[in-house]
């Protein structure tokens, strides 16, 4: 009779190990810097290549926001985005010692992220465009589209606005190129 609460014992443990390594994750990236998990096809500027991480204690919700660990690197070099963006989400030692002396309750997790901050000298909307020329640039969008209508340049081409270091560019793109690819 000995036996059969070290078995309840045993399954309540596996269960339990079972269901807690069923964990989704949800990865988010709020701000206004460019978050790229490959290469743009322009060519870039590598600034730094960072591997950040931060412990991240008492969320059940499995949603972890990368912009947390990454505004701080953002700041110090004035980055236009990040690429090579890989995330991972781990345990270490300071995360058991937490989740141990909880009694799992902290559910405590490593978010980690690695990446290379990047320039472009072009401006992040000509990131993956290629053929691309710039209309108009402003510091606001209401000057561009002052600009714009002035320009004669305006026809039946693809344009978009995009954000540069100074303001917002007016980008015509050759649709064609696009297709080629």
Same mark, same amino acid.
């Given at each position: 009779?000995?036996?059969?609460?070290?078995?309840?014992?045993?399954?309540?443990?596996?269960?339990?190990?079972?269901?807690?390594?069923?964990t989704l994750?949800k990865?988010?990236?709020?701000?206004?810097?460019?978050?790229?998990?490959?290469?743009?096809?322009?060519?870039?500027?590598?600034?730094?290549?960072i591997?950040?991480?931060?412990?991240?204690?008492? &969320?059940?919700? #499995?949603?972890?926001?990368?912009?947390?660990?990454?505004?701080?690197?953002?700041?110090? +070099? /004035? $980055?236009?985005?990040?690429?090579?963006?890989?995330?991972?989400?781990?345990?270490?030692?300071?995360s058991?010692?937490?989740?141990?002396?909880?009694?799992?309750?902290?559910?405590?997790?490593?978010m980690?992220?690695?990446?290379?901050?990047?320039?472009?000298?072009?401006?992040?909307?000509?990131? &993956?465009?290629? #053929?691309?020329?710039?209309i108009?640039i402003?510091?606001?969008?209401?000057?561009?589209? +002052? /600009? $714009?209508s002035?320009?004669?340049?305006?026809?039946?081409?693809?344009?978009?606005i995009?954000?540069?270091?100074?303001?917002?560019?007016?980008?015509?793109?050759?649709?064609?190129?696009?297709?080629?690819?």
């Open positions: 009779m000995k036996l059969q609460p070290i078995v309840l014992i045993l399954i309540a443990a596996l269960f339990s190990l079972t269901v807690g390594a069923c994750a990865l988010t990236g709020r701000g206004p810097v460019p978050i790229l998990l490959n290469n743009p096809r322009a060519k870039v500027d590598v600034i730094k290549h591997r950040d991480s931060k412990m991240v204690v008492f &969320d059940y919700t #499995g949603v972890f926001d990368a912009s947390e660990i990454l505004s701080k690197h953002f700041e110090e +070099t /004035k $980055a236009d985005a990040i690429i090579n963006v890989t995330f991972a989400i781990k345990s270490d030692v300071g058991f010692f937490v989740n141990l002396i909880t009694l799992g309750i902290a559910n405590a997790r490593v980690e992220v690695e990446g290379d901050l990047i320039k472009a000298p072009q401006g992040l909307g000509l990131l &993956d465009i290629r #053929g691309s020329e710039t108009a402003a510091e606001t969008i209401e000057e561009l589209i +002052t /600009k $714009a002035d320009s004669a340049s305006l026809n039946a081409a693809p344009q978009m995009v954000r540069s270091e100074n303001g917002f560019k007016l980008v015509r793109y050759n649709q064609a190129a696009l297709l080629e690819e």
